[in-house]
């Protein structure tokens, strides 16, 4: 009799031990992929949320950039990893765009959403000494003078650029009726506009901050569903014209299509500890990010609800194939 207990506990553990051991994961170091160049804020982010997640999972997680072709380098670097939850990648907003623009055939479909970790909304940005007061008066007067007005901030197609057209589009004025002034950043469209080369900046609240407290730019609106804490006195949109308008950039964990499920949550749980703890918060505010924590279910929807926002957008630009 104790003979055939025995064999039967050896063969019980030689069973537990051929079997998956989701549990166990991670068992070995994990790497996060950011699409964009070291010391961005893209970057900052990722390694922020690398640092969480290392903490929380018990094993090393390594950041590396992968750059080139506006983001298209990185994303398909995460799309194309195993499957098995030992890379993971930080996807942008830009993962929206690729398809509509015509600058690669992969969209968000080809990822696993795991957790948005940031939003940035885009704020309707104008020099101090714009006539426009308010945002109705802004509206009526650019879709009175279609031409006259023009924008900058961005390369053309940006997330800002396709933000602030969409809410054009949404109150029926034609974004191309804008011009843009390309520009690399906010920084250099804030000197424009200051210089009157250019009337209006969509951009974060945290990049107008040093031309705002030198009075030289005033901020009508903000594209978020509420006011945002740093900046009580910036009105929403929908305040200022009765009108939901949210847009602006955000990125998010995402993983390789096909992640057993048992791994996904587990990522989606630490991600989500991770998010919503002071170290990250703290960061974030430090730095000017919006935190804003989705789930994977909801992550999903928000980047169709954004492709499909930003397929009409650029459709209506002229800007894809």
């Known amino acids: 009799m104790m003979k055939k207990v025995t064999t039967l506990a050896i063969l019980a553990a030689s069973v537990l ?124 007067d650019i879709k009175a003078n279609p031409g006259k007005y023009k924008m900058s901030g961005f390369p053309v197609g940006a997330a800002y650029h396709l933000a602030f057209s969409g809410f054009l589009n949404d109150n029926g004025i034609d974004p191309k009726s804008v011009p843009v002034v390309p520009s690399q950043g906010a920084a250099p469209g804030f000197q424009e506009l200051a210089a009157g080369g250019v009337d209006i900046v969509p951009s974060s609240l945290p990049e107008a901050i040093p031309m705002r407290q030198a009075k030289r730019v005033k901020t009508l609106a903000v594209l978020s569903d509420k006011r945002l804490d740093a900046f009580p006195d910036v009105p929403t949109v929908e305040e200022a014209i009765g009108k939901k308008a949210v847009g602006g950039t955000w990125r998010g964990i995402v993983t390789p299509k096909g992640v057993p499920d048992e791994v996904a949550k587990k990522l989606e749980a630490a991600l989500k500890t991770v998010v919503e703890s002071s170290a990250y918060t703290d960061f974030m505010s430090k730095r000017g990010f919006g935190v804003k924590w989705l789930p994977a279910a909801d992550f999903e929807e928000f980047m169709k609800n954004a492709d499909e926002s930003n397929a009409a957008v650029i459709k209506k630009l002229g800007l894809g194939e």
């Open 17 to 140: 031990a051929s079997s998956p051991a989701f549990a166990e994961y991670p068992e070995r170091p994990i790497t996060l992929i950011v699409p964009w160049s070291a010391g961005g804020g893209t970057d900052a982010v990722g390694r922020t949320i690398a640092e969480g997640l290392q903490e929380k999972l018990g094993k090393p997680v390594n950041v590396v950039n992968r750059t080139g072709a506006g983001g298209v380098v990185g994303h398909t670097a995460m799309a194309d990893a195993d499957a098995d939850g030992y890379t993971i990648g930080l996807a942008t907003a830009e993962i929206t765009t690729y398809k509509s623009m015509g600058t690669s055939q992969i969209t968000y479909q080809d990822l696993t959403p795991i957790g948005l970790v940031n939003f940035d909304a885009s704020a309707f940005n104008v020099a101090a000494d714009s006539d426009w007061e308010d945002v109705k008066s802004a509206l009526a």
